[in-house]
């Protein structure tokens, strides 16, 4: 019988706009996923001299190689501020990945810092930040919506445009059926 290869796939794009919610749902859906939070590996990365591009590069191979030997479902998700999609262009090993780019550019800064205040809970780092700390992230986060969907239209990457509320969760849940879907073929 043979092994049927897994699926790599790579959720980047801004802080709150869904990747790390639909990437644990994916984990719990049962269908061999693991779970790579760039995040996290973002914070090792500093603490050393290795490259960070490099890196990524590196964990990404890994991944590939274990969903084309050992059928593994691996999601990476990760901000785009700290490894860019003129990064991923750069990756030898893209066309091995389905990718999904996550933003919202059509709301302001200020519904930004609104959402950020409303939806965080005390396991978010966020939630433990004062009001200026916050109004400054939000800000941050609404220039770089607008210049996520234009790399995205630059590199004819998917770019998943991600509201807070129903409209939100409609796009989760169907990008989620449509993954788990991809994984039964």
Not at 23 to 41: T, W
Not at 128 to 136: L, M, N, P, S, V
Request: aromatic fraction near 14%.
């Amino acid at each position: 019988m043979e092994n049927k290869k897994g699926k790599v796939i790579l959720f980047g794009g801004c802080p709150r706009a869904g990747k790390t919610t639909l990437a644990v749902r994916l984990v719990k859906s049962g269908k061999r996923f693991s779970k790579i939070s760039g995040d996290s590996l973002y914070g090792a990365i500093i603490e050393t001299d290795v490259d960070k591009a490099e890196f990524i590069k590196k964990v990404l191979e890994n991944l590939i190689e274990d969903a084309e030997i050992y059928g593994i479902n691996s999601v990476f998700d990760y901000c785009s501020y700290d490894f860019t999609l003129d990064d991923i262009d750069k990756l030898p090993l893209k066309d091995k990945l389905d990718m999904y780019f996550f933003g919202f550019p059509d709301i302001s800064a200020k519904e930004i810092q609104y959402n950020i205040k409303h939806y965080a809970e005390p396991i978010d780092w966020i939630y433990h930040c004062d009001d200026d700390y916050i109004e400054q992230v939000a800000k941050r986060i609404y220039y770089f919506n607008i210049k996520l969907k234009e790399w995205c239209n630059q590199y004819n990457y998917q770019f998943i445009n991600t509201s807070v509320g129903k409209e939100r969760n409609i796009m989760l849940n169907s990008l989620y059926e449509k993954i788990i879907n991809d994984c039964m073929l």
